[in-house]
């Protein structure tokens, strides 16, 4: 009988999909969900006209790196906003959304059996991506500071992923840490893949891209997308910058895979790109004020979290609890229905922790949620481990299915 290749059926799902799913169904079955899993804001944006776009151009193909307007739309906002300098000609490629951007990447990078180093905690898709790009990640656990990645690095080493602001704790990368990072790849030959989609996200500060001290891409590939920045994320509108020879292959990719991002969007933000953004910044700010004050109210109820301060994550601990974060975040969805997402989705190492997305649900039930995430951690305490290892033959609601 014809087979899937072993190597796809061993990916895992990724797991705030996974739990976004089951909070569906819950608000399906008429449940009241407090969904806090989602990894999207929402923002008021106004739906501005299609049929003025041009016509009959928006039925058709566009240039496959993107439409040349767009791109020199995001080039100026890279320099202006981050001052790294961007050609639109030959330096930025318009994808189908970032993830496959990520992908494209490592396609562009991996024979089989090369190593990608992912510091975790690590964004679902990055070790499954090198997977299924026949390489190896090497995941790190997310105590080892930044200045000893170097370690990590073997001869098979063709990239170092760098998340930030970062997803799942909102961390942003120093000025020095990003020297350091940009030192490693120098003397290791190896590529930063630089996943900027949160790079708004900041309360105070400017933010520093990975680009800023890579400024002819010699070794960076900048990943970033309108999902988060610009609260499209249905639209699946990202983009890829990196020196024009890295570009001449991923380009090769992206002709292979997508020919073009879907054209009558493209067109839509080259029009309203500057309105958008003018029109989520502020409302990004309100997010980040929101996600300081819930962090405050985490820490007044005597929760703790993973160090950082932009997005709208919070990573936070329960080390205290009995629970693996799986049980933990299936319990809090079956019996409180508060759904966020298991920190072992972010990496072995992250299993004492649970993401709580607060860019689309109240401040009340934001708070409310917090509460029941302390409730539950003292409902579980670790004392209590081997009652909990008793326990857990038993059949968790939603367990199975998956
Ligand atoms: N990188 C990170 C860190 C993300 O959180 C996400 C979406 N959750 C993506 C990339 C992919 O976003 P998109 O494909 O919508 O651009």
Redesign the pocket.
């Known amino acids: 009988m014809a087979r899937p290749a072993k190597y796809v059926k061993d990916v895992v799902p990724a797991m705030s999909m996974r739990f976004n799913g089951y909070a569906n169904e819950m608000k399906a079955r008429g449940e009241d969900v407090t969904i806090l899993s989602f990894?999207e804001a929402f923002f008021d944006i106004p739906l501005y006209r299609f049929d003025t776009l041009p016509f009959p151009e928006l039925y058709h193909y566009s240039d496959s790196r993107g439409l040349v307007g767009l791109r020199q739309k995001l080039a100026a906002y890279y320099h202006g906003q981050y001052g790294v300098p961007v050609n639109a000609a030959n330096e930025i490629i318009v994808t189908a959304?970032?993830?496959i951007g990520?992908h494209m990447s490592f396609m562009a990078l991996l024979e089989p059996g090369d190593e990608v180093v992912v510091p975790e905690p690590a964004?679902v898709s990055y070790s499954e991506q090198v997977r299924l790009c026949h390489g190896n990640p090497v995941m790190v656990p997310f105590d080892v500071p930044v200045e000893e990645l170097g370690e990590w690095v073997t001869p098979r080493t063709r990239a170092i992923v760098v998340?930030s602001p970062q997803?799942p704790t909102g961390r942003v990368y120093t000025r020095d840490e990003l020297r350091a990072l940009h030192a490693m790849a120098q003397q290791h030959d190896v590529y930063l893949i630089a996943?900027e989609?949160?790079s708004e996200f900041l309360a105070e500060g400017e933010y520093v891209s990975v680009g800023v001290d890579d400024p002819d891409k010699e070794h960076t590939i900048l990943c970033n997308?309108m999902?988060k920045n610009y609260g499209m994320?249905g639209w699946?509108i990202?983009y890829l910058i990196s020196n024009p020879r890295m570009m001449e292959q991923l380009l090769k990719i992206s002709q292979h895979l997508m020919t073009c991002p879907p054209t009558i969007l493209e067109q839509y933000l080259e029009r309203h790109f500057d309105e958008i953004l003018e029109i989520t910044k502020p409302q990004i700010l309100d997010i980040v004020k929101k996600r300081t004050a819930l962090a405050d109210y985490a820490r007044e109820l005597g929760l703790r979290y993973m160090e950082g301060t932009a997005t709208f994550y919070l990573f936070v601990s329960i080390e205290d609890s009995a629970l693996s974060s799986e049980e933990f975040c299936q319990r809090l969805l079956s019996e409180q229905k508060v759904c966020i997402v298991p920190g072992l989705g972010y990496g072995a190492s992250c299993d004492g922790f649970v993401r709580v997305a607060v860019g689309t649900e109240s401040m009340e039930r934001t708070r409310a949620a917090f509460r029941a995430i302390k409730d539950l951690i003292d409902a579980t305490p670790r004392a209590y481990a081997d009652l909990a290892e008793r326990e857990s033959g038993r059949e968790l609601a939603f367990a199975a299915g998956d």
Request: aromatic share 12%.
């Open positions: 990894g959304g970032s993830k990520l964004w998340c997803n996943d989609a949160y997308t999902s994320s699946r990202g």
